[in-house]
């Protein structure tokens, strides 16, 4: 069965950094991130298909940066000069052929092949 586990959660303040691993158990051709916090929708953070191409939110772009390393099924999710409003549970996801563009749209996130249990994050002011 496929598995994703996020890691690298944590708290930190305003400013900060934080780096969170999605560990998969096979090959994805397209990962992201999403996040989601109380009383909100969930939201498109990053998305990374298989040769590299990305697309960012624009409320991350210049301080999140999405990776992956395909030879240890692991994807990446650097994020820098942290704010409060980043803090949300983030979740990990991956497809076998969705495209990035259009990842993060309601109806095609809520089809994607796997999803990770989530990691917190959380940022004080």
């Known amino acids: 069965q496929a598995r994703l586990e996020e890691s690298g959660g944590g708290s930190v303040q305003t400013g900060g950094s934080l780096r969170l691993s999605c560990s998969a158990s096979?090959?994805?051709?397209?990962m992201g991130w999403f996040r989601q916090s109380p009383g909100k929708a969930r939201e498109g953070v990053a998305t990374i298909d298989s040769s590299g191409r990305t697309e960012y939110a624009d409320s991350v772009k210049g301080r999140f940066t999405i990776s992956r390393d395909n030879a240890k099924n692991t994807l990446y999710l650097q994020m820098n000069s942290l704010k409060p409003e980043d803090s949300a549970m983030y979740y990990c996801?991956?497809?076998?052929?969705?495209?990035?563009?259009?990842?993060?749209?309601?109806?095609?996130?809520?089809?994607?092949?796997?999803w990770g249990q989530g990691t917190l994050v959380s940022v004080s002011s």
């Open positions: 096979r090959v994805w051709y397209s």
């Open positions: 996801a991956a497809d076998r052929t969705t495209e990035i563009h259009g990842f993060f749209e309601y109806g095609v996130a809520n089809a994607l092949d796997a």
